[in-house]
């Protein structure tokens, strides 16, 4: 085990209970205080840490990392130390802000220096996204999906308990939380009627989670369920927007285009998959059993509590859906499998998108499409108004963390407000 995951160790700075960012977590992200430039950080309770300033004052000089590491605006270049780095980094960290080490608890200068409130800080994209692959894994959506679409008696296609199915996204798009959206314009088309070109009527979040990639192997090999977790740095609430009136004309026969290329918003802490080892878990049970390359051994599954809260213009938080990461048939090991099967290869600061993750109860539906059934069930807030899509001035927030006994890692938030259509 690391030393950054030992769950009995406790920091000298004050960290509120049930906070999301314990001396167990360690997340990384890119911030930016108002006019400067941006610096890599970690997050402990409410404290955000200039990882940059205390590697100029020397706290990171017996890991050898060079400092153009850390004054970057964005973690490519730290992801690049590889999971050992980042292992000895994170577990550096820890040491340093753990009670009965003095080093930085002494030096009160070098605290005002590096240690910022979460509320001055901004928090920025946190990868260079180089390719972003959304996968369909979540066996409960792709059958309430099938169900509405196509055959309730046959909801699932034929290849979906064979393959983790999935389809290459646009990167260009995806964006952090606290950054708008508009709502998208494009063609859509009523039923015996000719298409039309307006603003999409059915906007919906899919509620997904994301994983950022390490550097692969070389185009033509591929990467094994085994060896799978060795490539992947960390996790993120990850929400892929999607226009479902533009989606339904449209995706005939190559699958899904600007109906869902138009955004996605990624939470801005990574938390490292070394933070998540607490919360493994056992996978659902594949029938029929799976082809060889996809089996595993041990636990793949982790145990990620998550929410959906819709906050429509000036009103209050209401929480629409409460699913979990392990209800995923197919795992992160599998997807990345079957992603390099062929010999395609991953590079460092990929993004692979769980697919919208669904629970087996109506609230933990992991979208508007199936809260809502197709429109057919108006969900109430509590200022009265009813949605069955998101409405302009909506915000759409996803939660998550993992819990066992007194250790809570979380991932913080994802917070994207819908805006109108441009003219
Ligand atoms: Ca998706």
Request: hydrophobic share 40%.
């Amino acid at each position: 085990m690391t030393i950054a995951n030992d769950p009995n160790l406790v920091s000298w700075l004050s960290i509120p209970a049930d906070s999301d960012f314990p001396l167990q977590n360690i997340p990384f992200g890119v911030a930016c205080l108002s006019h400067n430039e941006c610096f890599i950080a970690t997050r402990i309770g409410d404290n955000v840490i200039n990882l940059a300033l205390l590697h100029r004052l020397g706290y990171f000089n017996a890991l050898n990392i060079e400092a153009n590491v850390f004054n970057a605006p964005c973690l490519n270049p730290l992801m690049k130390q590889g999971k050992c780095g980042i292992r000895a980094l994170r577990d550096r960290i820890a040491t340093l802000f753990s009670s009965g080490n003095v080093e930085l608890q002494n030096c009160v200068e070098h605290q005002r220096e590096a240690i910022y409130n979460v509320d001055v800080v901004r928090m920025m994209l946190p990868v260079q996204i180089g390719d972003y692959t959304d996968f369909y894994s979540s066996k409960e959506h792709a059958t309430n999906v099938g169900m509405m679409f196509r055959d309730p008696e046959n909801a699932l296609l034929p290849n979906w308990l064979w393959l983790p199915v999935g389809y290459h996204g646009r990167s260009s798009s995806i964006i952090t939380s606290d950054m708008a959206v508009r709502r998208p314009k494009g063609q859509t088309k009523l039923e015996g009627e000719n298409p039309v070109y307006g603003p999409s009527k059915r906007v919906d979040f899919e509620l997904e989670m994301g994983f950022i990639t390490f550097d692969g192997k070389p185009l033509g090999e591929r990467i094994t369920t085994d060896e799978a977790e060795e490539y992947i740095f960390g996790l993120c609430l990850f929400n892929d927007w999607s226009a479902r009136d533009i989606q339904q004309w449209e995706y005939v026969p190559l699958g899904p285009f600007l109906a869902k290329n138009f955004a996605s918003s990624m939470s801005p802490w990574i938390v490292t998959l070394d933070a998540l080892q607490p919360f493994k878990v056992e996978s659902p049970v594949q029938n029929p059993p799976v082809l060889d390359y996809l089996k595993f051994e041990g636990k793949k599954s982790y145990d990620i509590q998550l929410e959906v809260f819709l906050q429509p213009a000036n009103g209050e938080e209401n929480r629409i859906c409460s699913s979990n990461f392990k209800y995923m048939y197919w795992n992160m090991a599998q997807q990345l499998a079957h992603h390099t099967v062929n010999g395609c290869n991953i590079r460092c600061g990929d993004l692979m998108g769980s697919g919208t993750i669904s629970g087996p109860t109506p609230d933990s539906y992991g979208s508007m499409l199936e809260l809502a059934w197709k429109g057919t069930l108006p969900i109430a807030m509590s200022d009265g108004t009813t949605r069955t899509f998101i409405q302009d001035f909506d915000t759409v927030i996803f939660r998550g963390f993992c819990r066992q006994k007194e250790l809570r890692i979380g991932f913080g938030e994802v917070r994207t407000q819908l805006l109108p259509a441009f003219e």
